[in-house]
């Protein structure tokens, strides 16, 4: 596609229940970012896929946090047993290649998650 | 840890006026620099990115590297209601590694 593409863009949850947030980045790019933003703070790094390395899960709050990336395209990140502090907006971001010179990494939309 | 560190503002300027826009970053190791523009409730947008020491001018966006220092500065000439937007500071290490970034310095430019 033309873009990061994010889905579901809105989702309200209850607490205790899984979510489960998509990301399909661009055309061709092999690295794949998620962030978390909550209301009014910076991005919080979540997890980095590379090719076929193994990807940086540094960041991921707990336990209750997973991503996968299959087939080196779409990924899905899935928060189990949500809590309220879980509510932010989840961004996806792809970059081409890690070369210098792709360095430059795009957005989605982002994944507006509510846990009530 | 790797830190990228900013002021988070509000800083604010006259339309016209040159707005500077600070960050540090932890990890002498690192070799790319970027800066992203958000508006409210909208994704983070490149602005522009920097790998040499020294500056890099964009249009009336200027980026300034001092990698001794380890520090990377934003200067926007002529600044414009239009700016008004919180200003990432993202930093790169090594190539295949996790782009961190700062949490943000919140302008606002007066008209």
């Known amino acids: 596609g033309a873009g990061v593409s994010q889905s579901p863009s809105n989702k309200v949850t209850e607490k205790g229940k899984d979510v489960e947030l998509r990301c399909d980045p661009i055309?061709?790019?092999?690295?794949l970012y998620w962030y978390r933003q909550s209301l009014g703070q910076g991005l919080e790094f979540l997890i980095y896929?590379?090719?076929?390395?193994?990807?940086?899960k540094s960041g991921l709050p707990s336990d209750r946090f997973s991503a996968e990336r299959t087939g080196g395209s779409v990924s899905t990140l899935t928060i189990q047993r949500t809590q309220q502090e879980d509510s932010a907006v989840y961004l996806c971001?792809?970059?081409?290649?890690?070369?210098?010179?792709?360095?430059?990494?795009?957005f989605g939309e982002g994944s507006w998650l509510t846990v009530v | 840890q790797k830190e990228v560190e900013q002021n988070s503002g509000p800083l604010s300027v006259p339309e016209g006026a040159i707005a500077s826009l600070n960050c540090t970053y932890s990890?002498?190791?690192?070799?790319?620099f970027f800066w992203y523009r958000q508006y409210s409730g909208k994704s983070p947008e490149l602005i522009m990115f920097?790998?040499?020491?020294g500056d890099k001018e964009d249009g009336r966006f200027t980026a300034q590297l001092n990698k001794a220092s380890q520090y990377v500065s934003l200067l926007i000439r002529d600044s414009q209601p239009s700016d008004s937007a919180t200003y990432l500071c993202?930093?790169?290490?090594?190539?295949?590694?996790?782009?961190?970034f700062g949490k943000g310095t919140t302008l606002s430019v007066s008209s």
């Open positions: 990890d002498r190791g690192s070799q790319s």
């Open positions: 920097i790998y040499s020491n």
């Open positions: 055309s061709g790019h092999t690295a």
């Open positions: 993202a930093v790169r290490g090594q190539a295949g590694t996790a782009l961190i």
């Open positions: 971001a792809s970059s081409p290649q890690t070369g210098l010179s792709g360095n430059t990494i795009y």
């Open positions: 896929f590379q090719g076929n390395s193994a990807p940086d």
